[in-house]
């Protein structure tokens, strides 16, 4: 698969440093005082200075109403079972917990909703059969 890349803005950048690096565990790549790169679990993601992106709770997930758009990542799930156990004891305000949807059916996956300091909505995928991500 390919790697993706993606550039966004976010209101501060030391703020943004100790999300992704610290809380996250992504590890920081280049930066200038304006922007700075992140591998965001094998994806570059650059962070810009700026007026974050517009957002509004359009997208259903099960009972939720989360915020649209959103960015995120699908990982194995031992790796997101290790990520939400850090978060959790990070005290992360979760838009939507960690939770199991469509258990036992084709495409069950775990996912997570919270924002970064900017409030930016991230969404994290965890799947025991990563055949399942495309699941039909």
Not at 3 to 8: G, K, Q, W
Not at 24 to 30: A, S, V
Not at 35 to 47: A, P, R, Y
């Amino acid at each position: 698969m390919s790697i993706f890349h993606l550039a966004y803005h976010v209101d501060d950048l030391d703020k943004a440093r100790a999300f992704y690096g610290k809380t996250l565990g992504c590890i920081e790549g280049r930066s200038t005082n304006t922007w700075v790169d992140f591998n965001f679990f094998g994806h570059q993601i650059s962070l810009h200075l700026g007026p974050p992106f517009a957002t509004s709770n359009t997208g259903k997930v099960g009972a939720h109403m989360v915020a649209m758009p959103h960015l995120g990542v699908v990982l194995p799930q031992p790796q997101w079972q290790e990520l939400a156990e850090r978060l959790t004891q990070a005290g992360v305000d979760f838009i939507l917990p960690p939770t199991t949807r469509f258990a036992n059916e084709p495409g069950e996956q775990s996912t997570m909703f919270f924002s970064d300091p900017a409030g930016n909505p991230i969404e994290i995928k965890g799947f025991k059969d990563m055949d399942g991500v495309f699941a039909t």
